[in-house]
């Protein structure tokens, strides 16, 4: 099974932008599913996922503005959630859908978090991989110790090796899938090295706003009404015990799955952590 690569032309303040994504599983099928990456990763994260739900689902892996195949934005400011909000809602009318589900690792997260909070929206079920209703300011200033840094790499080993030193939290993983897991967040260069492909400017909005302390997102989360699993790395810095605590007895009452021997976030690569979101998912 393949996917289809597609476009959809999405404006922001400072014009319009194209916002690629991938499709996997039958176009006609009217149940969709909506995944969507973290902050420095790509639609690409979603392969293994995707072709595990493509037998239920047609599968839309976007590439957030900024990352993968899709256009750099003008303004390195409108790099906030509103901005892929409105993405994603170009995208779903795209689709020609009235209902999908998300499933949303870390930032995808807080994008589904805020897009399920709308009055009429489109969010059916909602999945959160490694993302909550309170972001640690601790899992904040590990992250921006390293996004936005541009380094360059003399081979593709050397990139494998800082994305693995990078992305340690997300647990174990063979060497093919750590290959995986840079090859598509990089891009060869004319003179053979490699470099990250996202925009380093995404980190000024990061970085400019960074919180005093721990970020809350409570009224957003109480205005859910969608069904919710969260699905948390037990080593997470990001997400605590003590916040899926408190998701699971206020607002939409998520349940909560933990994901041993992971940090953030877990990658939905594994057999077991797609039974947990398919079994969510399907109900079964």
Request: glycine share 8%; with cysteine; charged share 25%.
């Amino acid at each position: 099974m393949e996917p289809r690569q597609h476009f959809v032309q999405c404006l922001s303040p400072k014009g319009l932008h194209r916002i690629a994504y991938r499709e996997w599983g039958d176009a006609a099928n009217g149940n969709v599913l909506v995944c969507v990456h973290g902050l420095t990763r790509c639609a690409r994260d979603f392969d293994t996922f995707a072709r595990a739900m493509a037998d239920r689902y047609r599968v839309i892996c976007p590439d957030v503005a900024g990352r993968g195949h899709s256009d750099w934005l003008s303004d390195p400011m409108a790099y906030q959630i509103p901005q892929y909000v409105s993405d994603m809602v170009t995208l779903i009318a795209r689709l020609d859908v009235e209902k999908v589900d998300w499933v949303g690792t870390s930032m995808g997260g807080l994008i589904g978090l805020a897009l399920a909070a709308q009055p009429n929206t489109p969010v059916a079920k909602l999945v959160l991989n490694d993302a909550g209703a309170v972001v640690t300011k601790v899992s904040l200033e590990r992250i921006a110790t390293y996004v936005g840094i541009a380094p360059q790499f003399p081979s593709i080993e050397a990139a494998d090796h800082y994305i693995r030193a990078v992305s340690a939290t997300f647990g174990p993983h063979t060497d093919a899938e750590w290959r995986f897991l840079t090859e598509v967040v990089v891009r060869k260069q004319p003179d053979g090295s490699y470099r990250m492909h996202y925009d380093p400017k995404l980190a000024e909005p990061f970085k400019h706003q960074m919180p005093e302390k721990d970020l809350e997102l409570w009224p957003l989360y109480d205005a859910v009404d969608s069904p919710m699993l969260v699905v948390r790395g037990a080593l997470s810095d990001l997400l605590t015990r003590e916040t899926c605590e408190a998701m699971k007895n206020r607002g939409p009452k998520a349940k909560i799955v933990e994901i041993e021997g992971v940090g953030h976030a877990p990658t939905l690569m594994h057999g077991d952590q797609i039974s947990v979101v398919r079994r969510f998912l399907l109900g079964s």
